[in-house]
């Protein structure tokens, strides 16, 4: 079929007035014979607009990834890329990969790897041979779309082992030398953005070589040690362009995305991920306990001083990328459990401690400005973090934790420091909050200890009830934060409890306080409600305003954890919640109905506002806590009727019958 014609139907599909027909004609035509290859020519025609070449890879790639194969004997028939086409494709793909702009490289390498699963090596054993002679050839131009290449056929294999590996194992016994010889010998050295990127590349295939299943056979401890010694360079090397204190926001977003950091965020990945997966000879299997030996004993030193290489630039103030700063704290942690590496650690435990640990639990600037914009965003983002578990402050929290709970010593140090910054006069909100924020880090720890379980009635008055009344709402967030990790103290004195609740009762109530206040109050709030039975006579003349106000923080913050609180106060106060049931009937029937009718998106997708509102009022439901629940009846819209709709890639049922 002609060229013209098929990106004349993909210059279509990128105008609204026209796609729904230039998809039609596409969906025709592409089962004709030769329609395949041609997209891949009109992809990689110079002549034709970017925008069209990048409609054609797109397309190619959703072709490709849905037709390559024929159906099987169970199946019904389906259409199916002739094998015409397919051989032209293998043979024509990774020239492509080379010689394509970025827009389109990745594209058609996610092209490479769906034909890599079915046909590699059987019917694209040439797909080695190619790679190869790029990157045997001097002209580094090809490097990058060969090494491209080489990542999406290593990533087919990434989660297989044994003889389902073998074929890749056999390829990167060729490749894997290769690639190692160019990175040492041609592009360690150089900084350029290109290089850094063909760097990156390289390091993202070891990473996806070894990251489940380390090939011993394949990796030698010779060529592990090579390895680790590229890790290094690439870690410990300095460049003033990148490597320099960052004080605007937006340079410090443009850092993260360097060439420069990404190169190093998978050097310390690989690091972190050969020591916690193989490094650990207490928690490998059989056919690692040698290694993790040999690993433990060859590399902790190294490998530790390369981390507080880093944690010195941080330290003093120069910028060290998040995901970087992040994976070196891991790597601290998981080396404090090996009393091997723990030697190495312990000396600078106090560094780590008030230099490392201490700042990042405090409230940040980049913190402060985000409450003060947006506070709605700054719950979404502190808590996406907080769910993640894997932010530099909650990485730093597991850390204080290990040290405090596996290494004797380190507790008193940890407590001195606190102690010494909440009692001095002139200590900073920010660092009272740091300290607080160290507290509850340990308190898991402390709780346990009958030392120290029975000062936190006097750590709660002398510390936390003065935080309360702080004109900074980060404090009463942090103090309300702490609070919800005490939860299960007996707290002997019931004035104490008292007025904890009080504090969080008034802070979810209140129509002035800063709203990451509200939402931490709210789970410090279930918590007692959980734990604290004692505390249901102080809630329960509230409830109903308790209800109807987390209803609307829900509302305004979109935070799916905040639907358990209302569960929880639904569930411990049925009879409390019941005489305002018309009330929130009335608002779930109001909500079902925008979902029906105006809350989706352009597709018709229901926005994930709506869902996460009608799951909390949902629950109301569930737990049959609205006696009044035949208000409904009044409304149309609930009428024993079952609806789909539909949420990103899903599609739910909501059953409504009363």
Not at 60 to 73: D, P
Not at 435 to 457: E, N, P, R
Not at 476 to 494: E, M, V, Y
Request: glycine share 4%; with cysteine.
């Amino acid at each position: 079929m002609d060229n013209r014609k098929i990106a004349e139907f993909l210059k279509g599909t990128i105008d609204p007035n026209q796609r729904v027909a230039a998809e039609e004609q596409l969906k025709q035509v592409e089962k004709i014979i030769g329609v395949a290859p041609s997209l891949l020519q009109i992809v990689m025609s110079s002549d034709v607009e970017m925008p069209v070449r990048q409609a054609g890879a797109i397309y190619l790639k959703n072709m490709i990834h849905n037709s390559w194969t024929e159906a099987g004997e169970e199946e019904e028939p389906r259409f199916h890329i002739h094998e015409q086409d397919r051989g032209i494709l293998r043979d024509q793909l990774v020239d492509a990969v080379v010689h394509a702009p970025p827009p389109l490289r990745s594209q058609l390498c996610v092209c490479i790897g769906v034909i890599s699963k079915v046909d590699f090596p059987g019917r694209w054993s040439s797909l080695v041979d190619k790679i190869c002679v790029y990157l045997q050839s001097p002209e580094v131009a090809g490097w990058h779309g060969a090494l491209s290449s080489l990542l999406a056929l290593v990533k087919c294999f990434e989660y297989t082992k044994g003889d389902e590996r073998a074929p890749m194992d056999e390829a990167m016994n060729l490749l894997l030398p290769m690639v190692q010889s160019i990175m040492v010998n041609t592009l360690l050295n150089d900084y350029s953005i290109p290089a850094l990127a063909m760097q990156r590349l390289i390091l993202k295939t070891f990473f996806a070589l070894t990251q489940h299943h380390l090939p011993l056979n394949l990796v030698t401890q010779e060529r592990f040690s090579q390895w680790m010694e590229i890790v290094r360079v690439v870690l410990d090397r300095k460049n003033p362009e990148y490597d320099k204190k960052v004080e605007d926001e937006d340079e410090r977003e443009e850092l993260e995305q360097s060439e420069w950091w990404k190169t190093k965020k998978w050097a310390i990945r690989i690091l972190l991920r050969m020591f916690e997966r193989y490094g650990s000879p207490g928690s490998v299997t059989k056919e690692y306990k040698t290694f993790a030996t040999w690993y433990l004993n060859a590399f902790s030193h190294g490998a530790l001083q390369v981390i507080f290489t880093i944690m010195d630039s941080y330290r003093k103030g120069d910028f060290v990328a998040n995901k970087v700063l992040r994976d070196g704290i891991l790597y601290l942690k998981n080396g404090v459990s090996h009393a091997y590496a723990w030697k190495f650690v312990k000396p600078h435990c106090n560094i780590i401690l008030a230099d490392i640990i201490f700042p990042l639990m405090c409230h940040s600037e980049s913190d402060d400005k985000l409450w003060k914009d947006d506070p709605i965003e700054y719950v979404r983002v502190k808590y996406a973090e907080i769910l993640e578990e894997d932010s530099p402050v909650s990485c730093s929290e597991q850390l204080v934790n290990a040290m405090c709970k596996k290494r004797k010593g380190v507790m008193p140090k940890c407590l001195q420091m606190i102690n010494q910054i909440l009692n001095d006069p002139n200590s900073t909100p920010r660092q009272r909050d740091g300290a607080l924020h160290m507290v509850g880090s340990i308190t898991d720890i402390l709780l346990k200890k009958d030392q120290f379980k029975d000062q936190f009635d006097d750590v709660v008055v002398q510390y936390v009830f003065p935080t309360v009344g702080q004109p900074f709402g980060f404090l009463r967030a942090r103090a309300a934060w702490l609070l919800a990790k005490l939860s299960g103290l007996r707290f002997p004195r019931d004035e104490i409890l008292q007025q904890i609740m009080r504090f969080l009762v008034s802070a979810v109530l209140s129509k002035d306080e800063d709203m990451p206040v509200k939402v931490e109050a709210a789970f410090a709030l279930e918590m007692f409600v959980v734990d604290q039975h004692r505390c249901h006579s102080i809630i329960q003349p509230q409830v109903r305003e308790l209800v109807v106000e987390l209803l609307q923080i829900i509302r305004a913050t979109e935070n799916d954890e905040l639907t358990n609180v209302l569960q929880k106060l639904v569930c411990n106060f049925v009879q409390d919640v019941a005489p305002i049931a018309h009330d929130i009937s009335m608002h779930l029937a109001h909500t079902f109905q925008q979902i029906m009718d105006g809350a989706s998106d352009l597709d018709g997708k229901l926005s994930i506002h709506s869902y996460l509102e009608f799951r909390g009022f949902s629950w109301v439901l569930k737990y049959q806590c609205l006696p009044s629940v035949h208000t409904l009846s009044r409304l149309k819209v609930y009428n024993h009727s079952v609806r789909f709709v539909s949420i990103g890639k899903q599609r739910l049922a909501l059953f409504v019958l009363f």
